[in-house]
């Protein structure tokens, strides 16, 4: 089972960054789920997760793949991929081709994601970017 739903939730998370769609990458995740990306402290809940992708996105554009493998399979419910995804940064018009792992944990009855789990290098990422900071923590992330 883990392998189709592994399957399809990446089919649907590549082809969300492809269109740059947030409604389809946010509806990969369940109401209460937690995501985690190095640059902010545990983000929980689908309303935060929406509001990371509209960040994300309007930061970074021309979303594509160097380099992709997985799904490792782990357990019955849990896979991880490593990719070097490329994309854009929009305020300098800087292309990067970003290695990273993700590690994905599925609710079996329905496919959707309850915890999600990015690393990648910041440092390095900032460098490729050409920029010295992420900047101000956006609103969303700040705990409530």
């Not at 990371?52 to 996105?57: I, P, S, T």
């Not at 930061?59 to 793949?65: K, Q, R, S, V």
């Not at 079996?108 to 923590?137: C, H």
């Amino acid at each position: 089972m883990i392998q189709k739903i592994s399957k399809q939730v990446i089919e649907t998370w590549i082809s969300g960054f492809h269109k740059e769609d947030v409604e389809q990458l946010t509806n990969l995740f369940s109401k209460d789920a937690t995501f985690y990306d190095p640059r902010y402290p545990l983000l929980k809940g689908k309303n935060t997760i929406e509001s990371y992708y509209v960040h994300l996105l309007s930061e970074t554009t021309a979303w594509g793949a160097t380099m992709f493998e997985g799904p490792y399979l782990h357990g019955e419910d849990c896979f991880a991929i490593h990719s070097r995804l490329k994309f854009t940064w929009r305020e300098n018009n800087i292309t990067v081709d970003w290695p990273f792992v993700a590690f994905f944990k599925v609710r079996l009855s329905d496919g959707k994601i309850i915890r999600y789990n990015e690393y990648w290098d910041s440092e390095d990422t900032l460098k490729k970017i050409g920029i010295k900071t992420w900047g101000p923590l956006p609103e969303y992330a700040k705990s409530k």
